[in-house]
C-alpha cells in the first residue's frame, strides 16, 4: 500500500481508554504509554518501552497499535488536515480505496471461479484418492519387499545441478520452485496435468489478495504469543471489530504429516524432507496428502483462521480436522492479515520473512520482551561445529561419492570434490591445532600441575576473522559462498542422511542374519551418526546470510579444544591416547555475530515504525548503540523519555526515523518497593564480592552473616542471586562450616537452585557438603530439578509461612519465573554478576566495539585476538558493565507483579552504590533512595583509564543495622505484618 503524504493529514490521537478500545479503565501509566505507542507510530518513530511487569503492558501494546491501525484504515475520517480538505486530498483517499477495491474484486472472483470449478471435481477425485488409498494399503507389503529400495536409491542421488555462472540460469523447474517457495506458496511438483496455465484451478499460483498494513507482533516463545492472543480477544478489536489474525510457527511445530515428522530429528531435517516431497515427480502417494492441488482445501482454512484468533496448538488441532497443512496454510492467511504473530527466529532471519511471504514495508513491527533481542540476533545469526561431527561428515560424504561417482553430473561432482577437500582442511586444523597446543602444554608448569590434580589437560581458545580462518585452511580456490548454495538447494545433508540411514539399516540387518553384531549397539551407532549429521544440517542458510555479510569484520570465527587430565601422551608422540571416550579432545568451531546492526538494517529500514518493547530495557543507551541507529553525536548522552534524532552509521535506503523512547513507573505505590545497598556487614567489615571478595573467606561470612540476620525480619520467601554457580556452592560450603546455614534455618528453609535445568549437577564442593547432611536429604537431592526445588520452595512458604532460594543471575530461575506476593517479598543481589573476562568471546565482543568506536581498523586489531589481556576503555567498560546490569534488572524485576504486590530489593555489594551502575537500574527501583554524588565520588568509582560518566546520582552505601531498621520500617506499614 502506498504511504501518506502530509496532504493526507495527521491522524487525531486518542484521549480515552474507551477510544483506545482497552477493556477497562486504564491506569494514568497506561493510558501514557498508549498515547506514546499512538505517536510513535503515526511518526514513523524507532520506539523503545519499558513498562515494568504486572502494568499492562502487553495488553497496552495492542490497544496502541491497533488503534492507530483501524484509524489509519479511515485517515479521511480520524486525519485533521493542516487546511481544509480539498479536491486533490480527496482523489487520493479515492485511488487507494478504489486501488484495495478493484484487487479485492478481482480476488472474489478467481476464488468463486476456482471453488465452483473444483467442487465438480471433488467427489470423482476423492473416490480416486480412497480407492488409491485402499489398494496401497493392500500391497503395501509386497511394495517394501520389491520396489522400496531401487525407490531409496533414485531419492539419495542428487538431481543434476547446474551453476548459474556455467548457464546463465537455473533449469525449469528448479527455478518454478524457488519461484513458489520465496513467494509463499505450493509447489506440485511440475506434473503438466499440474502446472497448466489454461486451467487456474490446476496451478500452483494463488491469486493475490489486498495486503492491509499489518502490526507484526513477534516475541521469544509460542508460549509467551499464545498469553498475548488471550489478550488480544479481550479487546473490542476482536469482539466487535473481528480483526484478523493469523499465528506463524515452523513446519516442527505445525506439521502434521507424522510419517515424515517421526522421521525427522531435527527442524532442518523436516524442512528437507517436506520441500523434497513437492520437488517430487514419483506418483501421487509419495507426495504429501497435506498439501493439495486444488485450492478449495486451502481457501477454507484461511477461512477458518479469519473466523478466529487461533494460536498454534488450535491450528495444528483444525489441520487436522480440515486435512490441510497448517503451515502452508498459515502462509497464505498473512496476505490478508491484519496482526500477524511470529517468534523472533522468524522474524529477525530474512530468507525465513521471504520464505513465509512475510512484507515488512510499511507495517508496524512491535518487538515484545526486546531485552533479549540482541543476544537473539547474535545467536540466530550464528553456528557451530564441532570436530567429531566435521570427522563423521568426511566420512559419510566420502562413502556417498564412491558409492554414486558414476551417477552424477559434472557439477555435482566438483561441488561434493570440494566439501571433501573443505571437511578435509577443517580436520585438518582442527589435528595441527591439538598438536601445537599439547606441545605448549607439555612446556607449561602450571598445566602439568592441574593434570596432576586431575583437571583439565587441556584448553584452548583462539579467535579471527571468516576471511582469516579461509587462508588457515588453504582452500582459497574454493568458492565458499557457491558451495553453500549447492548444499541448499541440492539438500545435499538430507540426501546423505538418508544414504547414511540406508546403510546402517543393511548393515544391521546383515549382522543380525550372521548374528554377529548386538542389536543395541547397532541401534545407537545409527541413531548418533543421524543425530550428529542432523542437529549441524538445515542451517545453510543462516550461516549464507551471516558469512555473506560485506562486512566480513563484524563476525569473528572461534577455535575451542578441550581435553581430559588423562589423557597422557602415547610413544613419546604428542598426540593423546586414541580408543578412549576419556581421552578424548573434544573441538568445536563457532561463528559470532559481534555486531548485531547489519543483521537488523532491513528490520529498521522497511516498517513504518519499530517498536521494542520489556519490562526490563535498561540500559537504553546500549540497546540503540549496538542496533545502530543513534550516530556518535549523542553516544554518550543518556537518553531518556522523548524524542532523540534516528541515525544510521550508514546512508539509510528512506527517510531516518526518530528514536522515541518511553520509560514508564510502576503501576505500585512507592512505599511498596524500597531499594537500598549494603555496604557494610556485622563485624564492619566492607562487602565487597569481586573476584578476590569471593575468595576471601572473612567477606563471604560477612554477607552470610548479614544474610542470616535480616532473614529473621523478611515474611514469606526471599530469593537470593549469586554471579555463579561455582560461587553459590562455594559460599554455601562456607556457611555450612561456619554454621550460617543452620542459623538461616531457624527461621527459614534453604533451598539451592540446581545447575541444570533438568537434573542437579553440582560441584565437587557442594556435593561434599551435602554428605555431612542427612542421607535423606542426598537421595531426594540427586533427583531433583529445578522445577522440582521450584515447586517445594513454594509448597514451603504456603505450608511454613516462609523460605529463602538461592538462585543464579542469567540462571534457570532468573527469567520467566513469577515470584508475586509471598514467593519473594524479598530480593537480594549477593555480588555484581559481571562476566568472565577470561571468555575469549567476551574479550573479542568488547575489543570490537572500541575499535568500532574509536574507528580503528580492524584487521590491525586482530594481531593479538588471541591475547585476553588488553586495555579497556570508556566504551568497553560501558558494554561490560551494561551485559552485567541487564542481568541484574531481569533478576531484581522478578518481584513485583502487579499493583497489590510489596517487595523489598538488597543489593549486596558496595559497588552498586557506584554512579554508572545507578544509572543502569530501572527508574521505578530507585523511587526516592538515590542521593547526589560529588566529584570525588564519581572519581572513585573508576579507574584512572576509565573517564567517569556524567551521572551525578547513587544509591547511598548502608551498614547492616541501617538495612535492618529499614526492612522493620518497611514490613510494619504492611498488612499482617507486626514488628
Given amino acids: 500500500m502506498k504511504e501518506y503524504i502530509e496532504d493526507d493529514g495527521v491522524l487525531v490521537e486518542p484521549q480515552t481508554g474507551e477510544e483506545f478500545s482497552f477493556p477497562f479503565e486504564p491506569y494514568k501509566i497506561q493510558l501514557d504509554f498508549m498515547k506514546n505507542l499512538f505517536s510513535a507510530c503515526e511518526n514513523g518513530n524507532f520506539g ?33 488536515p493542516k487546511w481544509i480538505v480539498d479536491q486533490k486530498r480527496q482523489k487520493r483517499v479515492k485511488e487507494r480505496q478504489q486501488e484495495i477495491e478493484d484487487m479485492q474484486e478481482k480476488f472474489d472472483e478467481w476464488e468463486k471461479k476456482i471453488r465452483k470449478k473444483e467442487t465438480q471435481m471433488t467427489n470423482a477425485r476423492r473416490r480416486e484418492l480412497f480407492a488409491k488409498t485402499k489398494k496401497r494399503g493392500a500391497d503395501k507389503h509386497s511394495s517394501e519387499q520389491n520396489g522400496e529400495t531401487e525407490g531409496a536409491l533414485a531419492e539419495e542421488i542428487l538431481d543434476d545441478y547446474i551453476s548459474e555462472n556455467e548457464t546463465g540460469g537455473q533449469d525449469n523447474q528448479v527455478r518454478e520452485w524457488l519461484k513458489c517457495f520465496n513467494e509463499g506458496k505450493i509447489y506440485n511438483g511440475g506434473n503438466s496435468d499440474i502446472g ?68 525427522s530429528i531435527t527442524a532442518g531435517q523436516l524442512n528437507e524432507k517436506c520441500i523434497e516431497m513437492q520437488k517430487s515427480t514419483k506418483k501421487k502417494t509419495s507426495k504429501c496428502p497435506y ?78 520482551e526486546a531485552h533479549n533481542l540482541i543476544d537473539s540476533i547474535c545467536n540466530t545469526h550464528g553456528s557451530t561445529l564441532s570436530w567429531e561431527v566435521s570427522k563423521l561428515a568426511l566420512e559419510l560424504t566420502k562413502a556417498y561419492f564412491s558409492h554414486y561417482w558414476k551417477r552424477l553430473n559434472n557439477q555435482n561432482t566438483i561441488y561434493v570434490r570440494q566439501l571433501i577437500t573443505l571437511l578435509k582442511s577443517i580436520c585438518k586444523y582442527f589435528d595441527s591445532k591439538v598438536k601445537s597446543s599439547t606441545k605448549v602444554f607439555q612446556k607449561d608448569q602450571e598445566s602439568i600441575k592441574k593434570a596432576a590434580e586431575n583437571k583439565s589437560f587441556l584448553e584452548f581458545v583462539e579467535g579471527m576473522t571468516p576471511n582469516t580462518f579461509i587462508g588457515l585452511l588453504k582452500i582459497e580456490g574454493i568458492n565458499v559462498f557457491k558451495l553453500l548454495k549447492f548444499l541448499r538447494t541440492s539438500q545435499f545433508s538430507h540426501k546423505l542422511t538418508m544414504f547414511s540411514d540406508r546403510i546402517a539399516k543393511e548393515k544391521y540387518e546383515k549382522s543380525l542374519e550372521n548374528n554377529i553384531a548386538n542389536k543395541s549397539n547397532n541401534k545407537t551407532s545409527l541413531s548418533k551418526k543421524q543425530r550428529l549429521v542432523s542437529n549441524n544440517s538445515g542451517n545453510n542458510k543462516t550461516t549464507k546470510n551471516s558469512l555473506g555479510n560485506s562486512n566480513n569484520s563484524s563476525s569473528r570465527m572461534f577455535i575451542s579444544l578441550k581435553g581430559n587430565a588423562k589423557n597422557e601422551p602415547e610413544n613419546g608422540k604428542n598426540e593423546p591416547k586414541k580408543n578412549s571416550n ?111 571478595g569471593q575468595n576471601s573467606e572473612i567477606v563471604v561470612k560477612e554477607a552470610g552473616f548479614s544474610l542470616a540476620r535480616l532473614v529473621k525480619k523478611i515474611p514469606g520467601g526471599m530469593v537470593v542471586f549469586f554471579p555463579s554457580y561455582s560461587f553459590l556452592y562455594s559460599a554455601y560450603e562456607k556457611w555450612i562450616r561456619n554454621g550460617i546455614i543452620s542459623e538461616i534455618q531457624n527461621s527459614k528453609k534453604v533451598f539451592c537452585e540446581p545447575r541444570s535445568k533438568t537434573s542437579t549437577v553440582k560441584s565437587e564442593v557442594l556435593e561434599k557438603t551435602i554428605q555431612k547432611e542427612t542421607t535423606q536429604h542426598k537421595q531426594n537431592s540427586e533427583q531433583e530439578s529445578s522445577q522440582d526445588v521450584l515447586l517445594k520452595y513454594k509448597s514451603c512458604i504456603q505450608e511454613h509461612g516462609g523460605a529463602i532460594l538461592l538462585a543464579v543471575v542469567s540462571g534457570n530461575m532468573s527469567e520467566g519465573i513469577d515470584f508475586s506476593d509471598s514467593l519473594a517479598r524479598a530480593v537480594v543481589m549477593v555480588g555484581v554478576p559481571y562476566p568472565n573476562l577470561h571468555s575469549m568471546e567476551l574479550v573479542e565482543k568488547i575489543k570490537f566495539y572500541q575499535n568500532k568506536h574509536n574507528k580503528v581498523n580492524v584487521k590491525n586489531s586482530e594481531k593479538n585476538s588471541s591475547n585476553t589481556k588488553f586495555d579497556m576503555d570508556r566504551v568497553g567498560f560501558e558494554y561490560y558493565e551494561n551485559l552485567c546490569m541487564r542481568a541484574v534488572n531481569q533478576s531484581i524485576g522478578r518481584a513485583i507483579r502487579h499493583i497489590n504486590d510489596y517487595a523489598i530489593i538488597i543489593l549486596m555489594d558496595k559497588r552498586y552504590s557506584s554512579p554508572s551502575i545507578t544509572k543502569k537500574l ?51 506499614e504492611k498488612p499482617g505484618q507486626n514488628y
Fill in 48 to 80: 523503545i518501552f519499558q513498562s515494568p511487569t504486572g502494568t499492562g503492558k502487553t495488553l497496552s501494546l495492542l490497544c496502541g497499535s491497533l488503534s492507530w491501525l483501524f484509524r489509519d484504515n479511515e485517515r479521511h475520517t480520524y486525519a485533521t
Fill in 196 to 263: 497448466n496455465e489454461d486451467d487456474p484451478s490446476l496451478s500452483y499460483q494463488i491469486h493475490p489478495e489486498p495486503q492491509p498494513r499489518k502490526v507484526v507482533y513477534a516475541s521469544r516463545t509460542h508460549s509467551q504469543l499464545k498469553q498475548t492472543i488471550k489478550e488480544l480477544k479481550r479487546t473490542k478489536f476482536w469482539t466487535e471489530r473481528k480483526i484478523r489474525s493469523v499465528t506463524i510457527g515452523s513446519r516442527m511445530q505445525l506439521c502434521i504429516n507424522s510419517k515424515i515428522k517421526k522421521s
Fill in 291 to 368: 498439501l493439495h492441488k486444488e485450492h478449495t482445501p486451502t481457501l477454507d482454512f484461511v477461512s477458518k483462521c479469519r473466523s478466529d484468533v487461533l494460536d498454534i496448538e488450535d491450528l495444528v488441532k483444525v489441520g487436522n480436522e480440515m486435512e490441510v497443512c497448517p503451515y502452508y496454510g498459515a502462509r497464505q492467511a498473512i496476505q490478508a492479515a491484519q496482526i500477524v504473530f511470529i517468534p523472533y527466529n522468524l522474524l529477525l532471519v530474512q530468507d525465513s520473512r521471504e520464505s513465509l511471504g512475510l512484507d515488512l514495508t510499511n507495517s508496524i513491527v512491535i518487538i515484545d
Fill in 582 to 692: 576419556d581421552n578424548q579432545i573434544v573441538g568445536e568451531l563457532k561463528y559470532v555475530l559481534m555486531d548485531p546492526s547489519d543483521a537488523f538494517k532491513t528490520i529498521t529500514e522497511l516498517p513504518r515504525a519499530v517498536i521494542l518493547a520489556g519490562g526490563t530495557m535498561n540500559p537504553i543507551d546500549d540497546i540503540v548503540n549496538q542496533l545502530g541507529v543513534v550516530s556518535d553525536s549523542i553516544d554518550n548522552k543518556e537518553i531518556k523519555n522523548g524524542i532523540v534524532p534516528y541515525v544510521k552509521h550508514e546512508e539509510p535506503k528512506s527517510l531516518p526515523k526518530k528514536l522515541h523512547v518511553f520509560e514508564c513507573s510502576h503501576v505500585v505505590p512507592k512505599n511498596n518497593i524500597s531499594a537500598m545497598v549494603l555496604g557494610k556487614g556485622p563485624n564492619n567489615h566492607e562487602i565487597n564480592l569481586s573476584y578476590a
Fill in 922 to 972: 530501572p527508574g521505578w527501583v530507585l523511587g526516592n533512595e538515590i542521593v547526589q554524588a560529588d566529584k570525588k565520588q564519581m572519581a572513585q568509582s573508576f579507574s584512572n583509564s576509565i573517564k567517569p560518566p556524567e551521572s551525578t546520582v547513587y544509591l547511598k552505601t548502608l551498614d547492616i543495622d541501617s538495612v535492618f531498621d529499614k526492612v522493620v520500617e518497611f514490613f510494619a
